[in-house]
């Protein structure tokens, strides 16, 4: 049997799928809040917000993920003094790095709301916190869903790049496991049909959500 | 008009849309528990008085005196600004109900977070405004599922849950079907009667005859007349104003 070299390895492979995961879940929770954040502070009308905040999202937008994960696996134990576990520095990295992508989502989502809207809210005496906690967040999310699910898909292939700094993540776990058995096409062939189901499976939800809340 | 009894004082008014000058030189009192009709054709202003009146508009030159407190002084400290906006209701052409929250929680919204009522205080006072405005069935129901004239409604009760001392409407009814328009004029007439201190910013002469106690008429950023409203609709004295309250009336 062709596939007989996943059976044998299926528990390191399901592993290193488990941490694949866990990158995934930290670094979509904290460049989603970040990416509100970043996203509800380049909607300022100050400049000492907007142009830091418009600087710091134009600068990851326009550096390669890869150089990000490096510059942070390098510089991080520089800054802190410690040496850092590469898998933490890999979730740093992305959710600095994603969370500019999460803010432009809820910058257009947020400017998807009636304005008008909101000078509703503030006629009652509610604040600029309260307005957007409590009336624009809450309509600007339910229009940005189908964007978040697509950028969350992103997300999880991008944790694939953890490789590079030697996180066991499953295609670092995928590549060990060939350098024992030397099958190369089943065992990459195998890992890509993991990420397509997984990613199919994202973008799926995703129309069905766009239906559902009417894009 | 005794000084005390001026709840609302403009002096001196001037704002800008650009280049564009849209209030040029306003004055204006208004007495406690008055209801003042503003009128005139569109791009006259009207909208950005109000807005200017409870600090939504930051007006560039002039001021505003409500009870006494400078509204351009508010403009430096937010707290005192969102303080000042509460002491107002605002209702408008287009409704603005939250689309995501029920009519009940549309109208709890600010008591609870600017007032900080509890959920049942805030609850209870907003099923007595329902009732009032006509229209306690509906306090489950979420705006999308209400017509024009019920959500209006909704919008004065919300309003009013604040307990404002002063009541702006900008052309209330203008977006409304005609059998619909009645039923928000009547609760505005109920409010006036009450003694609520009201500007309205409305094309209904009808009402403006029958409830105003002023009317206002202004043209290109300019108040070419202020007049008692028997004297408005029987003798008014500029040019301007025969020919639109000539036209207006003619239409109805």
């Known amino acids: ?215 | 008009m005794s000084k005390n009894n001026t709840i609302i004082e403009i002096k001196g008014l001037n704002h800008w849309y650009g280049n564009f000058h849209v209030l040029k030189e306003i004055n204006l009192e208004t007495r406690r528990s008055s209801c003042v009709v503003i009128c005139g054709p569109s791009g006259s202003g009207k909208s950005t008085l109000l807005r200017c009146i409870n600090g939504l508009e930051v007006f560039k030159e002039g001021d505003v005196i409500i009870n006494g407190k400078s509204v351009s002084q508010c403009f430096h400290n937010h707290k005192e600004l969102y303080k000042l906006r509460s002491k107002f209701g605002m209702v408008f052409q287009h409704f603005e109900l939250y689309p995501h929250m029920r009519v009940l929680d549309n109208i709890t919204l600010a008591p609870r977070r600017v007032l900080c009522l509890s959920k049942n205080e805030a609850e209870k006072s907003a099923m007595a405004l329902l009732e009032k405005v006509g229209i306690l069935e509906q306090a489950y129901k979420y705006p999308a599922n209400l017509s024009g004239g019920q959500q209006q409604r909704v919008a004065i009760a919300r309003a009013l849950a604040m307990n404002p001392d002063i009541l702006l409407f900008d052309e209330p009814t203008s977006a409304l079907d005609p059998e619909m328009i009645r039923d928000v004029l009547k609760v505005m007439a109920d409010l006036a009667k009450e003694g609520m201190t009201m500007l309205v910013v409305t094309h209904e002469m009808g009402f403006a005859n029958a409830v105003a106690d002023e009317i206002v008429f202004m043209e290109e950023g300019n108040i070419i007349e202020h007049d008692d409203a028997v004297t408005f609709f029987k003798c008014p004295k500029s040019n301007r104003a025969v020919e639109f309250v000539d036209r207006i009336l003619v239409h109805i």
Not at chain 1, 7 to 36: D, E, K, P, Y
Not at chain 1, 182 to 200: G, H, K, M, P, T
């Open chain 1, 1 to 215: 049997m062709i596939f007989d070299v996943i059976f044998r390895n299926i528990h390191l492979l399901l592993s290193g799928l488990g941490v694949t995961f866990q990158i995934f879940i930290l670094a979509w929770i904290g460049s989603f809040l970040l990416g509100i954040g970043l996203g509800v502070l380049r909607l300022s009308s100050r400049k000492a917000i907007y142009w830091p905040v418009t600087i710091y999202i134009q600068t990851m937008r326009s550096i390669p993920l890869i150089l990000v994960i490096f510059g942070f696996y390098l510089l991080l134990p520089i800054i802190t003094g410690k040496s850092m576990p590469s898998l933490v520095s890999a979730v740093i990295s992305f959710i600095v790095f994603e969370a500019v992508y999460f803010a432009e989502i809820v910058r257009g989502g947020i400017q998807s709301v009636r304005k008008n809207l909101i000078d509703a809210g503030y006629s009652t005496g509610l604040s600029y916190f309260q307005v957007m906690t409590f009336i624009i967040l809450p309509q600007a999310i339910k229009n940005m869903i189908p964007s978040i699910v697509t950028q969350s898909v992103v997300v999880f292939q991008d944790t694939a790049l953890a490789y590079v700094i030697g996180v066991k993540e499953f295609l670092r776990i995928t590549t060990l496991v060939n350098v024992r058995e030397v099958r190369s096409i089943e065992l990459y062939l195998f890992a890509a049909l993991v990420y397509f189901c997984i990613c199919s499976f994202g973008s799926l939800l995703a129309r069905r959500m766009e239906k559902r809340y009417g894009g």
